[in-house]
Protein backbone atom coordinates (compact mmCIF):
# COMPACT_ATOMS: atom_id res chain seq x y z
CA UNK A 1 0.00 0.00 0.00
CA UNK A 2 1.24 3.52 -1.02
CA UNK A 3 2.38 5.82 2.28
CA UNK A 4 -0.88 7.58 3.54
CA UNK A 5 -2.08 10.90 3.04
CA UNK A 6 -2.95 11.60 6.12
CA UNK A 7 -1.62 9.72 9.17
CA UNK A 8 -1.57 9.17 13.15
CA UNK A 9 0.18 7.50 15.72
CA UNK A 10 -0.53 7.05 19.33
CA UNK A 11 -2.46 10.66 19.05
CA UNK A 12 -3.59 11.77 22.39
CA UNK A 13 -4.91 14.84 23.94
CA UNK A 14 -5.71 15.66 27.59
CA UNK A 15 -7.41 18.91 28.63
CA UNK A 16 -6.63 20.48 32.16
CA UNK A 17 -9.70 21.77 33.85
CA UNK A 18 -8.65 23.31 37.29
CA UNK A 19 -6.82 20.58 39.06
CA UNK A 20 -8.32 17.30 37.03
CA UNK A 21 -7.45 16.25 33.77
CA UNK A 22 -10.14 15.52 30.53
CA UNK A 23 -8.60 13.26 28.43
CA UNK A 24 -10.27 13.82 24.76
CA UNK A 25 -8.19 11.35 22.77
CA UNK A 26 -6.54 8.39 23.85
CA UNK A 27 -3.83 6.77 21.73
CA UNK A 28 -5.81 6.82 18.60
CA UNK A 29 -4.43 5.97 15.49
CA UNK A 30 -5.76 6.54 11.86
CA UNK A 31 -4.31 6.27 8.04
CA UNK A 32 -5.99 8.10 4.87
CA UNK A 33 -4.98 6.56 1.87
CA UNK A 34 -4.55 8.91 -1.84
CA UNK A 35 -8.32 9.15 -2.90
CA UNK A 36 -10.14 7.51 -0.05
CA UNK A 37 -13.63 9.25 1.79
CA UNK A 38 -13.72 8.85 5.46
CA UNK A 39 -16.77 9.73 7.47
CA UNK A 40 -16.27 10.31 11.37
CA UNK A 41 -19.37 10.21 13.58
CA UNK A 42 -19.85 10.10 17.31
CA UNK A 43 -21.98 11.88 19.84
CA UNK A 44 -21.42 15.70 20.27
CA UNK A 45 -18.48 16.48 22.68
CA UNK A 46 -16.64 13.23 21.54
CA UNK A 47 -13.84 15.03 20.36
CA UNK A 48 -14.40 14.83 16.07
CA UNK A 49 -13.22 18.93 16.19
CA UNK A 50 -10.74 18.40 17.62
CA UNK A 51 -9.09 15.68 16.15
CA UNK A 52 -9.68 17.31 13.22
CA UNK A 53 -7.73 20.44 14.34
CA UNK A 54 -4.64 18.11 15.39
CA UNK A 55 -5.27 16.33 11.53
CA UNK A 56 -5.01 19.76 10.43
CA UNK A 57 -1.83 21.35 12.76
CA UNK A 58 -4.17 24.15 13.79
CA UNK A 59 -3.71 22.56 17.17
CA UNK A 60 -0.57 20.41 19.10
CA UNK A 61 -1.45 16.81 20.25
CA UNK A 62 -0.24 16.03 24.03
CA UNK A 63 1.30 12.98 22.85
CA UNK A 64 1.56 10.77 19.62
CA UNK A 65 2.31 12.33 15.74
CA UNK A 66 0.46 13.87 12.97
CA UNK A 67 1.95 13.14 9.52
CA UNK A 68 0.71 14.93 6.11
CA UNK A 69 2.14 13.93 3.15
CA UNK A 70 5.19 12.08 5.06
CA UNK A 71 5.85 15.61 7.14
CA UNK A 72 6.06 15.21 10.98
CA UNK A 73 3.62 18.14 11.73
CA UNK A 74 5.40 18.71 15.49
CA UNK A 75 8.87 18.68 13.80
CA UNK A 76 8.13 21.68 12.03
CA UNK A 77 8.05 25.65 12.64
CA UNK A 78 4.61 27.48 12.59
CA UNK A 79 5.68 28.61 9.20
CA UNK A 80 6.75 25.15 7.64
CA UNK A 81 3.04 23.89 8.90
CA UNK A 82 1.02 27.15 7.36
CA UNK A 83 3.27 26.30 4.07
CA UNK A 84 2.08 22.76 4.29
CA UNK A 85 -1.46 23.45 4.78
CA UNK A 86 -1.95 26.03 1.88
CA UNK A 87 -0.42 24.01 -0.51
CA UNK A 88 -1.83 20.24 0.67
CA UNK A 89 -4.85 20.43 3.00
CA UNK A 90 -8.60 21.83 2.41
CA UNK A 91 -9.84 22.66 5.75
CA UNK A 92 -13.96 23.05 5.54
CA UNK A 93 -15.10 24.29 9.08
CA UNK A 94 -18.29 24.01 10.75
CA UNK A 95 -18.54 27.75 11.10
CA UNK A 96 -17.50 29.73 7.30
CA UNK A 97 -15.08 31.99 8.55
CA UNK A 98 -15.34 34.17 5.35
CA UNK A 99 -14.06 37.42 5.84
CA UNK A 100 -16.68 39.69 5.93
CA UNK A 101 -15.02 42.87 4.10
CA UNK A 102 -14.12 40.81 0.83
CA UNK A 103 -16.98 39.32 -1.90
CA UNK A 104 -17.26 35.66 -2.75
CA UNK A 105 -14.76 35.29 -5.27
CA UNK A 106 -12.17 37.55 -3.29
CA UNK A 107 -12.75 35.04 0.01
CA UNK A 108 -12.18 31.57 -2.39
CA UNK A 109 -9.39 33.33 -3.82
CA UNK A 110 -7.73 33.38 -0.69
CA UNK A 111 -5.48 30.81 -0.51
CA UNK A 112 -4.56 31.17 -4.29
CA UNK A 113 -3.29 34.52 -3.59
CA UNK A 114 -1.70 33.51 -0.14
CA UNK A 115 0.02 30.79 -2.22
CA UNK A 116 1.54 33.59 -4.71
CA UNK A 117 -0.70 33.53 -7.48
CA UNK A 118 -1.31 36.44 -9.57
CA UNK A 119 -5.03 38.06 -8.44
CA UNK A 120 -6.02 37.70 -11.98
CA UNK A 121 -5.24 34.12 -12.39
CA UNK A 122 -6.63 33.34 -8.44
CA UNK A 123 -9.93 34.98 -9.25
CA UNK A 124 -10.26 33.21 -12.61
CA UNK A 125 -10.06 29.95 -10.77
CA UNK A 126 -12.38 31.01 -7.98
CA UNK A 127 -15.52 31.63 -10.55
CA UNK A 128 -14.65 28.48 -11.66
CA UNK A 129 -14.99 26.65 -8.70
CA UNK A 130 -18.14 28.91 -7.33
CA UNK A 131 -19.54 27.90 -10.74
CA UNK A 132 -18.96 24.15 -9.67
CA UNK A 133 -20.56 24.92 -6.18
CA UNK A 134 -23.95 26.72 -8.04
CA UNK A 135 -22.63 30.20 -6.69
CA UNK A 136 -21.90 31.54 -9.94
CA UNK A 137 -24.51 33.96 -9.66
CA UNK A 138 -22.95 35.35 -6.61
CA UNK A 139 -19.20 36.33 -7.47
CA UNK A 140 -19.64 40.05 -6.01
CA UNK A 141 -22.20 39.33 -3.16
CA UNK A 142 -20.52 40.05 0.63
CA UNK A 143 -20.56 37.60 2.96
CA UNK A 144 -23.82 39.91 5.03
CA UNK A 145 -25.66 39.26 1.40
CA UNK A 146 -25.15 35.38 1.22
CA UNK A 147 -27.77 33.30 2.85
CA UNK A 148 -26.44 30.48 5.26
CA UNK A 149 -26.22 27.48 2.63
CA UNK A 150 -24.41 29.75 0.34
CA UNK A 151 -21.87 31.35 2.67
CA UNK A 152 -21.42 27.37 3.86
CA UNK A 153 -20.87 26.89 -0.22
CA UNK A 154 -18.63 29.41 -0.90
CA UNK A 155 -16.43 28.41 2.39
CA UNK A 156 -16.20 24.98 0.40
CA UNK A 157 -15.34 26.20 -2.57
CA UNK A 158 -12.34 28.17 -0.98
CA UNK A 159 -11.59 24.96 0.62
CA UNK A 160 -11.34 23.12 -2.87
CA UNK A 161 -10.42 25.87 -5.64
CA UNK A 162 -6.33 25.13 -4.83
CA UNK A 163 -7.46 21.35 -5.40
CA UNK A 164 -5.39 20.23 -2.57
CA UNK A 165 -4.43 16.33 -1.98
CA UNK A 166 -6.22 15.97 1.37
CA UNK A 167 -9.66 17.61 2.37
CA UNK A 168 -11.27 17.90 6.09
CA UNK A 169 -14.78 18.75 6.73
CA UNK A 170 -16.11 19.61 9.31
CA UNK A 171 -20.11 19.64 8.86
CA UNK A 172 -19.76 20.48 5.28
CA UNK A 173 -23.60 20.43 4.35
CA UNK A 174 -25.09 21.32 7.97
CA UNK A 175 -26.78 24.07 6.68
CA UNK A 176 -27.45 23.06 2.78
CA UNK A 177 -30.43 22.31 1.53
CA UNK A 178 -30.89 18.57 -0.26
CA UNK A 179 -30.19 19.15 -4.23
CA UNK A 180 -26.61 21.52 -2.76
CA UNK A 181 -25.53 19.13 -0.10
CA UNK A 182 -25.56 16.65 -3.43
CA UNK A 183 -23.60 19.01 -5.39
CA UNK A 184 -20.95 19.00 -2.55
CA UNK A 185 -20.66 15.29 -2.78
CA UNK A 186 -20.62 14.70 -6.61
CA UNK A 187 -17.37 17.75 -6.32
CA UNK A 188 -16.23 15.13 -3.96
CA UNK A 189 -16.62 12.23 -5.92
CA UNK A 190 -15.16 14.47 -8.93
CA UNK A 191 -12.06 15.36 -7.12
CA UNK A 192 -11.07 12.07 -5.58
CA UNK A 193 -11.04 10.86 -9.27
CA UNK A 194 -7.49 13.01 -9.30
CA UNK A 195 -6.43 11.31 -6.13
CA UNK A 196 -8.03 13.30 -3.70
CA UNK A 197 -8.44 12.42 -0.04
CA UNK A 198 -11.05 13.59 1.95
CA UNK A 199 -12.29 13.33 5.92
CA UNK A 200 -15.63 14.14 6.60
CA UNK A 201 -17.49 14.63 10.03
CA UNK A 202 -21.20 14.27 9.64
CA UNK A 203 -24.03 13.81 11.53
CA UNK A 204 -25.62 12.83 8.22
CA UNK A 205 -26.20 9.24 7.98
CA UNK A 206 -26.71 9.90 4.20
CA UNK A 207 -23.22 11.59 3.81
CA UNK A 208 -21.91 8.76 6.52
CA UNK A 209 -22.79 5.95 3.70
CA UNK A 210 -21.19 8.08 0.81
CA UNK A 211 -17.83 7.38 2.00
CA UNK A 212 -15.69 4.47 1.41
CA UNK A 213 -15.32 4.15 5.41
CA UNK A 214 -17.39 4.95 8.74
CA UNK A 215 -15.30 5.58 11.96
CA UNK A 216 -17.13 6.31 15.43
CA UNK A 217 -15.41 8.32 17.98
CA UNK A 218 -15.78 6.95 21.25
CA UNK A 219 -13.78 7.21 24.55
CA UNK A 220 -10.91 8.23 22.76
CA UNK A 221 -10.08 5.78 19.90
CA UNK A 222 -11.89 5.08 16.34
CA UNK A 223 -13.85 2.06 15.84
CA UNK A 224 -15.06 0.77 12.47
CA UNK A 225 -18.63 1.21 11.62
CA UNK A 226 -20.65 -0.92 8.83
CA UNK A 227 -21.59 1.35 5.87
Known sequence: MNNPVLQCNNLGKVYRDGDRSVTVLDGLNLNLQAGEKI???????SGKSTLLNLLGGLDTPSSGDVLMCGENLSLLGERQRCQLRNKRLGFVYQFHHLLPEFDAAENVAMPLLIG??????ALKMSAEMLDRVGLSSRLCHRPGQLS??????VAIARALVTRPGCVLMDEPTGNLDPQSAAQVLSLIDELRRDQASFIVVTHDPAIARHMDRILELREGTLH????
Open 39 to 45: AIVGTSG
Open 116 to 121: GYKRSE
Open 224 to 227: GLPI
Open 148 to 153: GGERQR
